[in-house]
C-alpha cells in the first residue's frame, strides 16, 4: 500500500512538471567563469537564489557571503551563529534564506534577502545542524541533525510542526518532492522516504554504506544516492518503477554533494578526495562526460543555477568556483 502510494506521487510530480513547461537549457560546464575568493575557511555549503543572478555560501569561518554571479564580485558578507555554518538555503521565492548553525550552535536562522537582516532564530536540536531544504511552497523547512532526527517547521511563524526520528544515526541529506514529501539519507545506511505532515516512513532503502549526499531529479524521476565508500558508491534509483537502475565507483573517496542540472540530463558529483574532486555524468547512460578540476582539496557543495548554465563547487580550500 505504502509503495503504491508513493509511486502515484512520483507520477504526480512528474506530470505537474511538464504541465509547467521549462525553458531551461542543459549546459554542460567546460571552462572557468569565475573563482570567489573571499572567505578565511571552508565553505561548507551553497545556493542560488531561484533568479539564478545570486549566489549565497555558508563557512566554517562564521559567515555567510551573497555573491552576484556574472560578475563574481561580493555583495554582502554576514556574520553568523556561535560557530560554524553547516548549510544554507534560498526559500523558494528568493525573499528569505536560512542558515543552519554547526558546533555547539545549533540553530536555524531565517534572514531577509532584501536587507540581510536575521529575522528569527530556530531553536530545537541537540546536534548540529548538516542540512536545510524548503519544500516547493515554501511554507515548511526541514532541518536535518547530527542528534539523528528531521525537524519540520513552519519558518514563518517560528513554530516547530514535527519531528522524524526513524533514522539511528546521522542524518546528512535531505530534499523535498514537488508535492512536499521528503527524503533524507543517512549515516544508518538508508533512505527513508516520509509522507507529510503525518511524520510516516513510507519506505526505506537499505545501502552498505553512510549515505552522505542524495539528490532528486526536477521531474521528480530519479533519485541520486551518494555514499561514504571508496568503491559502487553512486547509485541511481528510477523512482516511477521502484528500480535500482545503476551502480558505479564515481569517485575514489566518499561522495560530499550531488545535484541534477535543471532539466536533469546530467548529475555533479563532488568528493572528499584529493583528486577527480568533481565529475558530470550523463544520467541515462552513467557515463562520465566531465571531469572538472582546479580546486586545492575536497568539494564540499555543488550546485546548477536555475537555467543550467552555470554550476558551483565549493571547497575545503575556502574558494567557490564557477564553471560554466
Known amino acids: 500500500m505504502k509503495q503504491s502510494l ?4 512520483v507520477n504526480l510530480i512528474s506530470i505537474l512538471w511538464m504541465m509547467q513547461g521549462c525553458s531551461h537549457v542543459d549546459i554542460l560546464p567546460n571552462q572557468t567563469a569565475h573563482i570567489l575568493v573571499g572567505h578565511k575557511d571552508s565553505v561548507t555549503d551553497l545556493s542560488f537564489h531561484p533568479e539564478g543572478q545570486q549566489l549565497i555560501s555558508a563557512s ?14 561580493l555583495i554582502h558578507s554576514i556574520k553568523a551563529h556561535e560557530k560554524r555554518i553547516n548549510s544554507v538555503a534560498f526559500s523558494p521565492d528568493g ?4 542558515s543552519g548553525g554547526g558546533g555547539y550552535d545549533r540553530t536555524v536562522e531565517i534572514w531577509s534577502t532584501a536587507n540581510r537582516r536575521l529575522l528569527r532564530s530556530l531553536k530545537a536540536h541537540t546536534g548540529a545542524i548538516v542540512a536545510l531544504a524548503f519544500d516547493s ?3 515548511r523547512l526541514a532541518s536535518a541533525s547530527f542528534d539523528k532526527t528531521i525537524k519540520i517547521w513552519d ?7 514535527t519531528t522524524l526520528s526513524k533514522h539511528q544515526d546521522y542524518v546528512y541529506a535531505i530534499a523535498f518532492n514537488a508535492d512536499g514529501h521528503l527524503v533524507s539519507g543517512s549515516w544508518d545506511n538508508t533512505v527513508k522516504f516520509w509522507t507529510l505532515p503525518q511524520g510516516s516512513v513510507l519506505q526505506t532503502l537499505q545501502f552498505q554504506s553512510p549515505v552522505t549526499a542524495l539528490a532528486l531529479s526536477p521531474d521528480g524521476h ?32 566518499s561522495i560530499t554533494s550531488l545535484d541534477f542540472s535543471p532539466q536533469g540530463k546530467y ?15 550523463e544520467v541515462e547512460t552513467g557515463k562520465e562526460v566531465a571531469n572538472l578540476t582546479g580546486h586545492q582539496n575536497f568539494i564540499t557543495s555543488i550546485s546548477f543555477n536555475p537555467k543550467g548554465s552555470l554550476l558551483a563547487a565549493g571547497s575545503e580550500d575556502g574558494t567557490i568556483i564557477l564553471w560554466r
Not at 508513493?6 to 506521487?9: E, H, K, V
Not at 569561518?61 to 560578475?71: A, G, I
Not at 568503491?231 to 565507483?249: A, C
Not at 548529475?267 to 555524468?281: C, E, R, Y
Open 6 to 9: 508513493l509511486l502515484t506521487l
Open 60 to 73: 566554517m569561518d562564521n559567515t555567510l557571503k551573497l555573491w552576484d554571479v556574472e560578475s563574481g564580485e
Open 95 to 98: 525573499q528569505y534564506f536560512a
Open 137 to 139: 511552497g515554501g511554507q
Open 155 to 161: 519558518w514563518m511563524e517560528g513554530r516547530l510542526l
Open 222 to 253: 530519479k533519485l541520486a544516492v551518494g555514499t561514504g565508500s571508496a568503491k559502487d558508491n553512486l547509485q541511481i534509483w528510477e523512482l516511477t518503477v521502484q528500480q535500482h537502475l545503476y551502480t558505479i565507483t564515481a569517485h575514489d573517496h
Open 267 to 281: 548529475l555533479a558529483s563532488g568528493s572528499a578526495g584529493t583528486k577527480d574532486m568533481l565529475k558530470i555524468w
